[in-house]
């Protein structure tokens, strides 16, 4: 799956995992295309350029010149594109780690509260049994007395 292909609230749609792998994705591609570079480069170089192609030594470089400014050219915006999806692809982490968090301590207050009612409840028939039982005391007592 292609980062550029995906819309801004699909990527926000996607798992930690899943944008991870697409940064993995688009790192490895950037990668190969490096190397592609690399090798095309190595290409240019090892060819022969004659002068009845070239017209002349000056002009046969001046035409390398123009190719490695373009292959120069794409790799930085290739690359530059790479570094703004991944601080993209960061700020949807960041985004989604904060609502995590913001989830868990929801859950965790919820929890405390559901445990204090809890709590409460059976404090009031502890206290309710020892009523009874203080009376039943007395009553068992005035029975045999």
Do not use: P
């Not at 009845?52 to 290739?78: K, M, P």
């Amino acid at each position: 799956m292609m980062v550029r292909d995906l819309k801004k609230q699909e990527l926000k749609k996607l798992s930690r995992s899943e944008l991870l792998e697409m940064l993995i994705d688009q790192t490895e591609e950037n990668n190969e295309l490096r190397a592609q570079l690399g090798e095309a480069r190595q290409k240019l170089m090892d060819k022969n350029i004659t002068c009845e192609e070239a017209g002349s030594i000056a002009q046969a470089s001046l035409e390398l010149n123009r190719v490695f400014e373009a292959a120069q050219a794409a790799c930085d915006q290739y690359t530059e594109n790479i570094r703004a999806r991944s601080a993209h692809l960061e700020e949807l982490c960041l985004e989604k780690e904060r609502e995590t968090e913001e989830k868990c301590e929801r859950m965790i207050e919820e929890a405390r509260e559901q445990s204090q009612a809890y709590w409460n409840e059976v404090n009031e028939k502890v206290e309710a049994l020892m009523s009874q039982s203080a009376i039943l005391r007395e009553l068992l007592s005035e029975k045999k007395g």
